[in-house]
Structures are given as C-alpha cells and as structure tokens.
C-alpha cells in the first residue's frame, strides 16, 4: 500500500458559502477493528475508497485472508460487510477476487455500492443493499464480452462510479454503461477528432463518469493535450480546454461539465483549475496562493479526486508552503467565496493527531469529499492505518438519506423525501400513529381499515397514492410502539 502524504480531492460547494474558518479531524476506523457480528479483523485497507453522504465504502484485507468491500457510517464507526472473496457472483461456481475500486451511490437510491473485481478478468458488480446490508452481487459486464460494434471489452475497471461505469474496448476506445438502463454506449474512441484540430484522439486519461457526462484527457497526435467532454446522450466532444493540461488528474464534478484538472502554468509550475463548462477558466490554488494562518504555497501536488454537489467550487490539496519548504506537505482546503474571492487554509499537516495518535503520513482516495472535508487514509504512529475525516466533521445521519438527525423526520427510516402527510413532526415512513395519541394501537388499525385502498395521505406510510398492504405491514411492525424516533418531534 501506497502511504505518502500526497492527497489532492476537490469538491463542490454553494457558490455563497465560505471556507469553514476552523476544522477538526475525528478516527474513523482503524485496522484490527472488527466487523460487525464477526471473528473477522481488518488488518488492512484498500487505496481505493469513496466518501458519500456520510458513509465509507472500501476494500480491505482481513486476518481470515478474504478480501471483503465494506461501508463505514463515518458518524458511528459502524461496519457493514458487503461482500467478501468468497461470494460467487452471477449464480456461478466463480468468486469475487479482490475488488480493485468502490463506489457510493444515492443512500436513496436501489443500487448504493458499486465495486470492481476480478474472476478471470475484469468485471463490474453493483450491491443492492441501501449501504447496511449485504446483498447479492450480479455481474455486470466482464472482460472478453462482445460490444454493439463488433469489438470486445478488453477492461472494465477504468472507471467505477454511482451511476455507472467506462471501459476500455479493443482500440482503445471507451464504452459507457449506465445501470438501470442495461445499455452500452460508444463514449469516445481513437477516431473521434480532437475539436478544433484535423488530429484524433489517441490517448484517454482517467473519465470520471457523473449523471449524463464524461470527461477525459486526450492527447492528439502532435503530443499536445487538453481536455475533451463527451455527452453520453447526444454524442456532442466539446473541448474544455487546450494547451498545457497534464494528462494525470481530470474529473467531471458535475452535469454541468464543470471540471478540476492539473494544468502548467508558463511557468511549467503545477496548478488547480476549474472549468464551468461555458469557456470559464479560472484557478483555485497555485504557488504564491495565500492562506489564512499568514503562509504562502510555494508548491502544488499534483494529484487529486473530485466529487460535490452543482454549484461552486472548493478543491482539497496538498502543497509545499514557505515556512517548511524542504518539509512534508500541508493539506489544504481552497474554496471560493461569494464575492468570487479564493480562500486557502491549512487542514492538516505531518505531526499533527488523532485519537491521541500522530500522523505520519496519508493518501488519498478516489472519491473523498463533499462540502465539508475529506477522508484520507493515514499513517499513524504506531504504524496503524486510519481512516480519518479531515474537514469540519459531519452532523449525524443514522439512516443515510442525507438529512442531518437534527432535521430528519424519521432517525432511523429512509426518507430523503420527509413527507409528512398530517405535519406532526414524523415522517409518514415512521409513523402509523394516524390519530396523533403517540400509541400506535388497534385505534390505528381501524383507521387503516376504513381507509384501506383509499388515497388517505397520514395512512399512506409509503406515500405511493394508496394505502395498501404495504403500508398495513408497517403498522404492524410498530404496533404498540410509539411512532418515529424524529430529530424533529417527539412522544412523551
């Protein structure tokens, strides 16, 4: 395992939100930790993670030598095994090898976790399992299969994402797949002319795939480089960008074709730009950027990972600063302000501690930010590995959804939604007390049955238009008990 302090993630906020003026940093997970309900302990983790939503998902090795997938509430430190090297995949005799990356999808969403891994070469498995629970793998798409146009897939680990994924095929070129959707797309290929020029591309830097849109690097044949974006729904290449782009380190945040990519400036210095899709090009951290505690970057990393919301930008990276020029490198947050204004603040450094113990060292991840930090993978003294959130640390979530326990109508049900159909403070998925006593009872029950395959909202715990057996099972489950637990009301 790769363990030097080399993180760069980028990540996008609200344009009118500033850069949090003071950040923490909280222990995740630490190997040896067992999973839940198990004899089996991590002695190890996989580079190749993702932070969604509050949630972990990685790869790891165990002391019982299976190669497990894994989520982490990043709250609680909660384990939940998803699958492991044992686990046959598509009804077959053949088992899962160890997954080479992982991804988080919608915690709302019927697929949540999306990891690569080998059976005889490449191959793509989404879990069903709303980020708790372990659920079937199926087999996706594999190296050697047969592609619309003739050609086979010859790589399906390019790029692994909650939507979907690319993949080389013979040629070089990329196919996109969208789950759901079952359909495989031509995205680009060594035919496709590099806008502007009479050159095609012959070279695909790393795509991030995001909703509707994929980005790559190419380099045409002259050897100069820039960045194209494919639209998987019209087949439109517009370029992004020209001259000087390294080819190492692009990626699509969001449907808007806004990127974050390493450029040179004349300089042949190493900078972080980002693009906002309408020929905007402006930099977010670059030497002599200053930051809040008084010190100067004197030099970027170039590496880093993208991942945010739609509108803003702020970009986690890691840079050589004045005051320890020959030093380790600082991690820094550079975000935007809405004045249009960059602020750039140190988020940790080399020394520094967690949980009592010193970092020594970290990497990155592939997906790791969101607008309020990061998880990096750490070094501690000890010579432990850690998984730890650098950033201002997240407000609870116990179920997932997205809304904070503070503000969720239901702690411990799904539901991104919060409907709540008589306005009591309970999300209708956690709340068969329709008379409002907080006694879910035989009271309730007859409420159901007067109204059962009616549109009767309060009874609907679903909210699918009728009240059915669906939403009788939910009462069921809760008879006797009181509705919720709600962040926003509660029964005395």
Known sequence: ???????????LI???TQAPASEQRNLIITQTQPFIGSTSELFNFSERFSYHNGRVCSGSFTNDQLNPVFTINVQTGEIARLTDSATPIDGSTDTIGFPFSCSLGDQAAAISAIFG????????VPIDNNGNAVGAPIKIIADGESLPDGTSL???DFAVHAGGFTAFRNGLGLYLHVLGTGALQTALNNATLFPGTGNTIDFLGPPLLLQSVLAAVATNVSGSNGVVFHDNQTGQVTLGIGLPVSPQGIALVDARVLAVWVAFNPAFQFILEWYDGAGNVATLLEPGSPLTDGDTVIEVVPEYVVSGTDVGVCAFANARVTSDPFGDVRMVRSCTASDGSIETEVLLTAGDTVDGEQITGWTYSQESADDRGAVVLATLGSGQNALTFVGDVPASDSDGDGIEDASDNCLLDSNADQIDADSDGFGNVCDPDVNNDCAINFSDLAIYKREFFTDFPPADNNSDGVVNFSDLASLKERIFGPPGPSGQADCP
């Open 14 to 16: 609200a344009a009118n």
């Open 117 to 124: 891994a080998f059976r005889q070469g490449h191959f793509v």
């Open 1 to 11: 395992m790769r363990l030097i302090p080399a993180l760069v993630a980028a990540t």
């Open 154 to 156: 010859i790589n399906a």
